[in-house]
């Protein structure tokens, strides 16, 4: 078996090579995202040099926000022999709503916690024997 083995890499070679812990390949191929070219009896993991494009596409995409289902999806488009970039734009465009979202959610809260530290930096501050802990969180509305 050892002659099948030319060309291919171990999966520490491949984290080493990709900057990924070999926990995240193993999990990356749990998930279906990943498989090794071949596996021992010993259960090493080998994996093609075309894998490294693979989770350096893997890793862009997270970085970019995409969670590792959405980049399942987009993998299933391309294996079928669709371009996944439809697709990408889609999700891409989900995401910018949901940050807006996000933003809009943020805003508010930073509203609120300065709202609460001027109003709170008026008064005296709460004493250990008091039934509050802290006057400013105290009068958070929810």
């Known amino acids: 078996m050892e002659s099948n083995l030319k060309g291919l890499l171990k999966i520490g070679e491949i984290s080493k090579?990709?900057?990924?812990?070999?926990?995240?390949?193993?999990y990356y191929e749990e998930i279906g995202?990943?498989?090794?070219?071949?596996?021992?009896?010993?259960?090493?993991?080998?994996?093609?040099?075309?894998d490294i494009q693979l989770i350096v596409f893997i890793k862009k995409a997270q970085n970019i926000g995409f969670t590792l289902d959405e980049i399942k999806l987009i993998l299933s488009e391309r294996s079928s022999g669709k371009s996944p970039?439809?697709?990408?734009r889609d999700l891409a465009q989900r995401k910018i709503?949901?940050?807006r979202e996000k933003i809009k959610d943020l805003k508010l809260i930073e509203r609120d916690l300065k709202r609460y530290?001027?109003?709170?930096?008026q008064e005296?501050?709460?004493?250990?024997?008091?039934?509050?802990?802290c006057k400013m969180i105290d009068k958070v509305k929810i």
């Open 17 to 26: 090579i990709t900057s990924t812990a070999v926990s995240a390949l193993r």
């Open 33 to 50: 995202l990943l498989k090794p070219a071949w596996k021992s009896g010993a259960k090493y993991r080998y994996y093609k040099k075309d």
């Open 85 to 88: 970039c439809p697709k990408v």
């Open 97 to 99: 709503t949901e940050l």
């Open 117 to 121: 530290i001027l109003n709170c930096c």
């Open 124 to 133: 005296e501050d709460s004493k250990p024997h008091e039934s509050n802990v």
